[in-house]
Structure formats: C-alpha cells, structure tokens
C-alpha cells in the first residue's frame, strides 16, 4: 500500500507541474483570484455528481466532530489563500521560479505539525528540509 501511495505522491507532483505551466499562460489574461474562483467553480461541477452517487462520503459528514468542522473551515480558507498566492506567484515570477520557491512547503508541514500536534520529526526531516531550502535558494540566486 506504501508504493501506492508514492505513486499517489509523484502523480500528484506530475499533475500540478502540467497545471503550474498552464496556469502561467492562462494568468496572463486572467487575475489570480478569477483564476482560483473558475478553477473552483468547475471543480465543484465536475465533483458533485461523484459526491451525490457516493452515498458513504454524504453519511460520513453527518456523524462528524465540531471540531472537525472548525478544522475543515481553517483549511478551506488557507487553500483559497494559498493558491491566490501561488497564482500571483506564477503571474509575477514565472511557474518554474514560483514552483521552486514553493517546494519549501514540506519543511514547514514538519514545523507546523511539530508547533500544532507536537508531532516530533526525526533528523531525516531536518536533513531534507534544510536541503530543500538550500537547493531553492541557490537555484533562485543563480538561474538569473
């Protein structure tokens, strides 16, 4: 099951890689915020049908803990903020610059987990992230 989800993982990263080049064409007619807000409306579209015939994902709502909801309505409101900002990213610098820049993420994931849920990483997620940094900072500094 763990090479699925590596391969989960690498299909995903495939997948916005296609959708960061195409973004940075469709922003330059487009703003940020417009772009987020057709992209979810036709998400939605595309999803209800899914949504509907898939009675489990309508029950699993309703038995569903307050504070799920609480976390729920967080996350929804960094992903709008996070994709407004990664569009006007992409408009300003470019997706491959914006997407190197971007790549820094799993570094916070581990701060931010360890600060929240006092998850404790090993020393293996230290390593990565500081060379994920680093690689992002030379690769910005120099490919000018």
Request: proline share 3%.
């Amino acid at each position: 099951m763990e090479h699925l989800g590596i391969v989960y993982a690498l299909g995903a990263a495939i997948t916005w890689g296609l959708v960061y080049a195409i973004d940075q064409k469709i922003l330059t007619s487009l703003s940020p915020v417009t772009l987020l807000f057709v992209h979810s409306i036709l998400a939605s579209i595309i999803l209800l049908p899914f949504f509907l015939y898939n009675r489990e994902s309508i029950s699993s709502i309703q038995g569903l803990p307050k504070q799920i909801f609480v976390f729920v309505g967080i996350t929804v409101v960094l992903a709008i903020l996070a994709n407004i900002l990664i569009f006007s990213s992409i408009k300003i610098l470019g997706s491959s610059t914006a997407s190197i820049i971007e790549i820094a993420y799993p570094f916070f994931v581990v701060l931010f987990s360890y600060l929240i849920f006092k998850a404790t990483p090993n020393i293996y997620f230290f390593i990565g992230g500081i060379l994920i940094f680093i690689g992002s900072v030379i690769i910005i500094r120099y490919s000018k």
